[in-house]
């Protein structure tokens, strides 16, 4: 059985506007259940661990999908969500693979966090599967490959674009711009339609683009998985 790390934010400040961010539901709900129903162990983890903030837009009815109607029923998940485990406390090498759903909150906390980057760096290096949505792989920003060298560079690498941020009139409050930073640390970058799921994996990096690409993503996750 495959045993997979899901690491969500535990930041929900909006910049200096006064709202709250956190997490995106969808993009925890939607892998959560494609690792569920393959049988996978799921362990969750955050910085601060306990219950993550819910990002409070993506619990908007028009944000909802079936995943996420499915963890509004089903407390043994909400449960084992209120309960996250401290980050510091989990090591990369309990883990065949490890997951990050995206909402803005990573783009504080764990995009800086020295624990998630030594988790990406280690996964990485070991050759298991990392998967980020959205804004997680905002999260990559500091991350470097084995040889010193950023993470993603030369690497086919998609998230949640300039004009996806523009939309959501965000790009003035972001501490960074996900696209531009990707491009910026020389990873290979291309994207799909706004909103339209779109995945890319290369090697053992899977980017999905947006909220829509975090179900693909996951199952692109368990094909690596084998």
């Known amino acids: 059985m495959a045993h997979i790390l899901m690491v969500l934010t535990s930041h929900d400040q909006l910049g200096d506007t006064g709202k709250k961010t956190g997490f995106w539901l969808e993009e925890f709900a939607a892998p959560y259940y494609v690792f569920k129903d393959a049988g996978a162990q ?4 955050s910085p601060q661990g306990g219950q993550p ?11 909802q999908t079936d995943a996420t109607r499915r963890f509004k029923s089903d407390p043994a998940a909400q ?30 906390d764990l995009a800086e966090d020295a624990q998630s980057i030594a988790l990406i760096e280690k996964t990485f290096a070991a050759g298991k599967p990392l998967a980020l949505v959205c804004h997680a792989p905002g999260v990559l920003r ?23 941020e523009d939309a959501v009139q965000l790009t003035q409050i972001v501490p960074f711009l996900v696209e531009d930073m990707l491009k910026a640390n020389g990873g290979v970058y291309s994207k799909g339609p706004d909103w ?13 683009q947006n909220p829509a690409s975090s179900e693909q993503g996951a199952h692109a996750l368990l094909q690596l998985l084998g």
């Open 196 to 208: 339209a799921p779109y995945v890319l994996t290369d090697g053992t990096l899977i980017t999905g």
């Open 142 to 164: 500091h991350t470097k490959a084995p040889d010193g060298s950023p993470l993603v560079k030369g690497k086919k690498v998609t998230g949640f674009t300039n004009s996806e």
């Open 53 to 63: 903030p819910l990002d409070p837009k993506s619990d908007d009815e028009s944000a």
């Open 79 to 108: 449960q084992q969500l209120a309960n996250t485990a401290v980050l510091s406390s989990v090591k990369a090498e309990d883990f065949d693979a490890v997951f990050y759903p995206g909402g803005h909150g990573p783009l504080w």
């Open 42 to 45: 799921i362990t969750l983890a």
